[in-house]
Each structure stands twice: as structure tokens, then as C-alpha cells.
């Protein structure tokens, strides 16, 4: 009789607590969501584009007087909105009335003296052609002996003192024209200086940065204050190793930390031909002394494409464009 050698298979219970045996399984499912969440956001990284290094800009318009004086007007407050051609502020005409009435005269005055003195050279002229001729017949009864030798010499003294007369009424009468070109073009710098006296909008917006009171003596561009027009976009300085595939054109989600749970529209306007190390005032010499690698960032313009006039968005806030680059 063969003895069987073959054990019997005994199955082992686990007796293990429940607490235990879900101790094994929760590591398991973590670690499948956290390779989840990793492929879903290595797949996100190709497609999508993002950066914290972005701020809205917009145009800001300082606002500085052409002239010097006292504030005689004052037609704004902090955070107005103007219109285009509103007046805005009046500087005190009363001392460039003055000078424009003082020039305005002494153009006048230039103007009669070169009538007198289109008079002169007029009667000069006369003179010059009447002793010219009397020099001319003495000069031939001379040859023949019929006048004196006094009579020749009287004449050609008349003819010297006539052509001398008539160059010095031309000259008079040519510096009395240049004397009147130059009032008039100072008549025309007083008329505008009058003019510069009151500032109007240049462009629809918000007033910001005032400086400016009522009563304050300003000097020539001198900043008093700012217009900020609605017209806004974002400056987003990307990473060089995100370029590659992004262009202008392609579509935009921002968010704006102000409004956290809404996500506006925009696409890629345009990018900068250069980094912003390179255009700032003072770019890095990378040839000089040692050198440590750093991963440059270039400026990308991105535009809104839906209305955001009824939000209070305003240059220099902070935003987090994500563009979609595939």
C-alpha cells in the first residue's frame, strides 16, 4: 500500500481587525488617485499653458500743464469718469491776455512803421531815377564842354546820396518785415500759451493720481494727474520653455484674483521680440564674471474678446492666464 505524500491545502482566516485590513487598502487607492491626478496633469501641461506672472495693463494717460500758473478751476475729483474734450481744469489767463494784447500791439505798431516805410522807399526810389537822369545829361554836356566841371560833380553827389538814401529805405523796410513775421509768430505762441490755460480730456477714462488742488500754483509739466481709459489687457511673462508652441490667436481663460470663480475670455495678441531681461533699462552682461543659468521670461500680450466694462478691473492687478496651445 502507497503511502500519499501530498499535503491538504488548509486556508489560513484572516483574523486581522476590520481597522487593520482597511490600513492596506487606503495607501492603494491613494496612490492610484495621485497616479490619476499625475497623468491627467502631465496630459494638461502639453495643452495648456499657464503662469502667475501676469498683471493687467491699460493705458495711462499723465496729465501735465503747458503753461505755469495758479489753479483757477479745479472740474475734477478722485475716480471721476470724464469724456473726451470735458474741460477738466483753468489755469489764471489774466498775465497771457496781458502778453497777447502787449504783442498784439506791437504788431500793430510794425505794421504802420512798414507803410511809412513802403512810403519811403517809394519817394527814394523817385529820387534815385530823377538824379540818375540829371547825372546822365551833365555827364554828356560835360563831355562837350558846355557844363562846368561843378555842375558834373553835383550831380554825380545827388546821384551817391540818392542810391544811398534808397538802400537804407529798403533796409529799413526789410527789417520792419522781418520785425513783423517775428511778432507775428509771437502773437501765435501767445494766443496758444492763452489756450494751454484750460486742459481738457484727451480721451475717455477715470481720473487717478490727482496731485492737484484748487488755488495750487503748477509748473510746466508738472504730473497733476492721471486718465486711465477703459481699454485693458494682460502682460504675461512666460516661461522661454513655454513658447514653443504658442502663437497669437489662440484662446485664453484668465482668471483675475479679484473675481476668484470667474473665468474670463481672451486669446494671445502678440509676443515680445524680446525678454524682459533684455528691454529693461539695464540688461544683464552675461560675459562678465561668472555666469548661472536662468530661465528667461518674455512678455505676452493677451486681449480680452468679451465685455468687461461692468467689472472693476484696473491696471496692476494680479491674473492667471491659461492658454490653450494645443
Same mark, same amino acid.
Given at each position: 500500500?502507497?503511502?500519499?505524500?501530498?499535503?491538504?491545502?488548509?486556508?489560513?482566516?484572516?483574523?486581522?481587525?476590520?481597522?487593520?485590513?482597511?490600513?492596506?487598502i487606503v495607501p492603494?487607492?491613494?496612490?492610484?488617485?495621485?497616479?490619476?491626478?499625475?497623468?491627467?496633469?502631465?496630459?494638461?501641461?502639453?495643452?495648456?499653458?499657464?503662469?502667475?506672472?501676469?498683471?493687467?495693463?491699460?493705458?495711462?494717460?499723465?496729465?501735465?500743464?503747458?503753461?505755469?500758473?495758479?489753479?483757477?478751476?479745479?472740474?475734477?475729483?478722485?475716480?471721476?469718469?470724464?469724456?473726451?474734450?470735458?474741460?477738466?481744469?483753468?489755469?489764471?489767463?489774466?498775465?497771457?491776455?496781458?502778453?497777447?494784447?502787449?504783442?498784439?500791439?506791437?504788431?500793430?505798431?510794425?505794421?504802420?512803421?512798414?507803410?511809412?516805410?513802403?512810403?519811403? #522807399?517809394?519817394?527814394?526810389?523817385?529820387?534815385?531815377?530823377?538824379?540818375?537822369?540829371?547825372?546822365?545829361?551833365?555827364?554828356?554836356?560835360?563831355?562837350?564842354?558846355?557844363?562846368?566841371?561843378?555842375?558834373?560833380?553835383?550831380?554825380?553827389?545827388?546821384?551817391?546820396?540818392?542810391?544811398?538814401?534808397?538802400?537804407?529805405?529798403?533796409?529799413?523796410?526789410?527789417?520792419?518785415?522781418?520785425?513783423?513775421?517775428?511778432?507775428?509768430?509771437? #502773437?501765435?505762441?501767445?494766443?496758444?500759451?492763452?489756450?494751454?490755460?484750460?486742459?481738457?480730456?484727451?480721451?475717455?477714462?477715470?481720473?487717478?493720481?490727482?496731485?492737484?488742488?484748487?488755488?495750487?500754483?503748477?509748473?510746466?509739466?508738472?504730473?497733476?494727474?492721471?486718465?486711465?481709459?477703459?481699454?485693458?489687457?494682460?502682460?504675461?511673462?512666460?516661461?522661454?520653455?513655454?513658447?514653443?508652441?504658442?502663437?497669437?490667436?489662440?484662446?485664453?481663460?484668465?482668471?483675475?484674483?479679484?473675481?476668484?470663480?470667474?473665468?474670463?475670455?481672451?486669446k494671445v495678441d502678440?509676443?515680445?521680440?524680446?525678454?524682459?531681461?533684455?528691454?529693461?533699462?539695464?540688461?544683464?552682461?552675461?560675459?562678465?564674471?561668472?555666469?548661472v543659468k536662468i530661465?528667461?521670461?518674455?512678455?505676452?500680450?493677451?486681449?480680452?474678446?468679451?465685455?468687461?466694462?461692468?467689472?472693476?478691473?484696473?491696471?496692476?492687478?494680479?491674473?492667471?492666464?491659461?492658454?490653450?496651445?494645443?
Amino acid at each position: 500500500m502507497k503511502k500519499d505524500n501530498s499535503e491538504d491545502i488548509v486556508e489560513i482566516e484572516d483574523t486581522r481587525p476590520e481597522y487593520m485590513k482597511k490600513r492596506v487598502i487606503v495607501p492603494s487607492v491613494t496612490a492610484i488617485i495621485f497616479l490619476i491626478c499625475g497623468i491627467f496633469y502631465a496630459i494638461h501641461t502639453v495643452y495648456y499653458k499657464s503662469t502667475d506672472d501676469a498683471f493687467i495693463e491699460g493705458h495711462v494717460i499723465t496729465v501735465a500743464p503747458r503753461v505755469s500758473g495758479p489753479v483757477m478751476k479745479l472740474n475734477i475729483d478722485d475716480n471721476q469718469e470724464v469724456k473726451k474734450g470735458d474741460l477738466l481744469l483753468e489755469i489764471d489767463p489774466n498775465d497771457y491776455q496781458a502778453k497777447l494784447k502787449e504783442t498784439r500791439a506791437k504788431l500793430d505798431e510794425a505794421k504802420a512803421a512798414l507803410v511809412n516805410s513802403e512810403n519811403q #522807399v517809394t519817394k527814394t526810389l523817385s529820387d534815385l531815377e530823377y538824379a540818375q537822369a540829371d547825372f546822365e545829361r551833365y555827364s554828356k554836356t560835360f563831355e562837350r564842354g558846355i557844363s562846368s566841371k561843378q555842375e558834373y560833380d553835383s550831380s554825380l553827389n545827388k546821384l551817391t546820396a540818392a542810391q544811398s538814401n534808397s538802400k537804407s529805405a529798403k533796409a529799413r523796410y526789410d527789417e520792419l518785415t522781418a520785425s513783423i513775421k517775428r511778432l507775428e509768430a509771437e #502773437v501765435e505762441q501767445d494766443e496758444l500759451n492763452l489756450s494751454y490755460t484750460k486742459i481738457y480730456a484727451s480721451s475717455d477714462g477715470r481720473i487717478t493720481n490727482r496731485s492737484v488742488e484748487q488755488g495750487n500754483y503748477v509748473q510746466v509739466a508738472q504730473p497733476m494727474f492721471s486718465i486711465v481709459p477703459e481699454k485693458m489687457w494682460i502682460v504675461a511673462n512666460f516661461k522661454e520653455t513655454q513658447l514653443a508652441n504658442m502663437k497669437p490667436g489662440q484662446p485664453v481663460q484668465i482668471k483675475i484674483d479679484t473675481y476668484g470663480g470667474k473665468k474670463f475670455q481672451g486669446k494671445v495678441d502678440s509676443i515680445q521680440r524680446s525678454t524682459g531681461a533684455r528691454a529693461s533699462l539695464f540688461p544683464p552682461e552675461n560675459a562678465v564674471g561668472s555666469y548661472v543659468k536662468i530661465v528667461q521670461r518674455v512678455p505676452v500680450k493677451i486681449v480680452f474678446t468679451e465685455d468687461i466694462s461692468k467689472y472693476n478691473i484696473v491696471p496692476g492687478m494680479s491674473v492667471v492666464p491659461e492658454v490653450k496651445v494645443k
